[in-house]
């Protein structure tokens, strides 16, 4: 399994409550490629993403990531519709206190300018496991949840 970041800024007219609060039973189509154009997030969709990664929901605007859901299929090339599934809206969790910028996110790479602006980053093992323990300590109540999608197959 590997960690990810999917960006989007809500100024485009898209926010991940309109995913969280979906009422869909099935899986969830995100990003076609008139959303991702990065070719490094175009090639990390295409060669790396597979069925069962976690995706850290990012709002680059608001400098937060609002939770956490799994990908329901392996990333896509262009010219397939949505380039990856989310899991189901259910199954997701949407953090009931986001993961701030700062100081929450320091010292992760797919956070820092370093890495670029693609939508879809990828979040190294170690540091995903720093951000587990954030995840846990900002958000006791929904422990539980997370364990179930980090369990998840």
């Known amino acids: 399994m ?5 960006k989007i800024n809500t100024k485009r007219g898209w926010e991940f409550d309109e995913y969280f609060r979906a009422r869909a039973c099935g899986v969830y189509e995100l990003g076609d490629e008139g959303w991702i154009r990065s070719a490094s997030s175009l090639r990390c969709l ?13 709002e680059v605007d608001r400098k937060q990531v ?8 392996d990333g896509r ?8 599934d989310f899991c ?9 206190h986001p993961l701030t ?17 693609g939508t879809v ?21 929904q422990a539980g949840a997370v364990r179930r999608l980090l369990n998840a197959k």
Do not use: T
Request: glycine share 8%; hydrophobic share 40%; aromatic share 12%.
């Open 2 to 6: 590997k960690f990810w970041v999917f």
């Open 46 to 58: 295409r060669e790396e993403v597979k069925r069962g990664d976690l995706f850290l929901c990012y």
């Open 66 to 73: 609002v939770g956490l859901a799994r990908a329901a299929s």
């Open 77 to 84: 090339d262009v010219g397939m519709g949505s380039l990856v």
């Open 88 to 96: 189901p809206p259910r199954e997701a969790v949407r953090f009931e």
């Open 101 to 117: 910028r700062r100081p929450d996110l320091d010292h992760i790479l797919a956070f820092s300018p370093q890495r670029g602006r």
């Open 121 to 141: 980053q990828k979040i190294e093992p170690d540091e995903f496991i720093r951000l587990k323990r954030i995840i846990f300590r900002k958000n006791p109540g």
